[in-house]
Each structure stands twice: as structure tokens, then as C-alpha cells.
Nanobody, 122 residues
Framework: QVQLVESGGGLVQAGGSLRLSCAASGRTFSRYAMAWFRQAPGKEREFVAAISWIHGNTYYADSVKGRFTISRDNAKNTVYLQMNSLKPEDTAVYYC???????????????WGQGTQVTVSS
């Protein structure tokens, strides 16, 4: 079992940066693939970024590639999402997710956090 708690959301102007954190409980955090999703008002939840547990391989949605960076600190049971050059269309609730493989965590993860709001003003 893994419990996930996101933090770091807020209001930022376009072009600014934010760093989201996701703290995980559970002794086997280092063996979970981790991901970030987001859901904008009136839209479906979409994949943003993921990181594997074995080699720390990273994967990104095209819409955030080059602007967002996912990373993890297994010693702190935490995964991060550094968001730079933010745009108004990045406004959404951001969710942390976990599961056993990259294939599962990027499509249908079994563990979710409660979400944190990110608002980018123009």
C-alpha cells in the first residue's frame, strides 16, 4: 500500500516556475514507478510525466517536454515535478500517482494523491 500527498501548488504568472512535491508513505516506495497527471476544468485527466523505479528513466507528455522535469528522491520517499515556463493552459489540478511499472502508472495507476491546484495567470 502507498499513500500519496501532494504539495507545492499555487498561483503563478505565465513564464514563472513551481515545484510540486509528492510524499509517499510505505516501505517499498523505491520499487514503485511514479507519475504526475493533471485535470483542467471541464477536461479529462491527462498524463504529464513519469519516472521508473529501476533506472529513473523519465517520460513526458509532448505538451510539457522541455519545460517540466520529474525526479525522485527514494531516501525521502518523494517525487518532484519542476515546472518552468508555465503557461495559462497548464492550469489544472495536479495529481501524483504510483504503481508497479511504467506501463501501468502511465495508463491506469492504482494509487492516487488528493491533488494540488496550479493556476497560471496570463
Amino acid at each position: 500500500q502507498v499513500q500519496l500527498v501532494e504539495s507545492g501548488g499555487g498561483l503563478v504568472q505565465a513564464g514563472g516556475s513551481l515545484r510540486l512535491s509528492c510524499a509517499a508513505s510505505g516501505r517499498t516506495f523505491s520499487r514503485y514507478a511514479m507519475a504526475w497527471f493533471r485535470q483542467a476544468p471541464g477536461k479529462e485527466r491527462e498524463f504529464v510525466a513519469a519516472i521508473s523505479w529501476i533506472h529513473g528513466n523519465t517520460y513526458y507528455a509532448d505538451s510539457v517536454k522541455g519545460r517540466f522535469t520529474i525526479s525522485r528522491d527514494n531516501a525521502k520517499n518523494t517525487v518532484y515535478l519542476q515546472m518552468n515556463s508555465l503557461k495559462p493552459e497548464d492550469t489544472a489540478v495536479y495529481y501524483c500517482a504510483a504503481d508497479s511499472t511504467i506501463q501501468i502508472v502511465t495508463t491506469a495507476p492504482g494509487y492516487w494523491g488528493q491533488g494540488t491546484q496550479v493556476t497560471v495567470s496570463s
